[in-house]
């Protein structure tokens, strides 16, 4: 699991896995990690994942 620098956030990848999930518990938009975004639950706002969101990438 890594935690991103907003509490609240945090993203997660299965070891030798190739998708890495993020989720934005948090009141405000966060940086994604490096990846390429295959599905969010919500629009990204200015290519950041936003408030109470999660997203999927590769």
């Given amino acids: 699991m890594v935690r991103l620098p907003v509490p609240g956030a945090l993203a997660f990848r299965r070891v ?7 989720l934005n ?6 940086d994604l990690p490096a990846g390429e975004l295959i599905l969010s639950s919500a629009p990204l706002l200015d290519g950041r994942l936003a408030p109470n969101a999660a997203c999927w990438l590769a």
């Fill in 16 to 22: 030798g896995g190739r998708l890495t999930c993020v």
């Fill in 25 to 30: 518990a948090s009141d405000q938009p966060v």
